[in-house]
């Protein structure tokens, strides 16, 4: 199971920082991502890394103000934002892959999601 946490409301230019944490699984076995949802819209790909690490992936709209980080003792996924613009608003998910290949990241498929935090930036 994936817990997320440390949604809320800010103003833009603010920052958040989100958590993820496994209950009974290894997050070194897994990739690992989190995606969006704003309101009335697909969900999106925000970041992800592989299992066997390497460079982490973000998609162009929070390239350079998001950092996605993971700490494996921990079994916790985190996602710094910064510089929050009101178009970063939506239910946040993270997501865990066990067989994922560089190439299917941003899509998928995911064997296991969290809730969501609900990330809403006003202006």
């Known amino acids: 199971q994936l817990q997320a946490s440390g949604g809320g409301l800010v103003q833009a230019g603010g920052s958040l920082r989100l958590s993820c944490v496994s209950s009974?699984?290894?997050?070194?076995?897994?990739?690992l991502a989190w995606f969006r949802q704003a309101p009335g819209k697909e969900r999106e790909f925000v970041a992800a890394v592989r299992r066997s690490g390497g460079a982490t992936i973000y998609a162009d709209s929070v390239m350079g103000r998001f950092t996605m980080s993971r700490d494996n003792a921990k079994n916790t996924l985190y996602l710094q934002m910064s510089n929050l613009k009101p178009e970063d608003t939506g239910v946040y998910y993270c997501?865990?892959?066990?067989?994922?290949?560089?190439?299917?990241?941003?899509?998928?498929?995911?064997?296991?999601w969290g809730q969501g935090t609900l990330v809403t930036v006003s202006s």
């Open positions: 997501a865990a892959g066990a067989r994922l290949i560089l190439s299917s990241l941003r899509t998928g498929p995911y064997d296991y």
């Open positions: 009974g699984r290894a997050f070194r076995d897994y990739s």
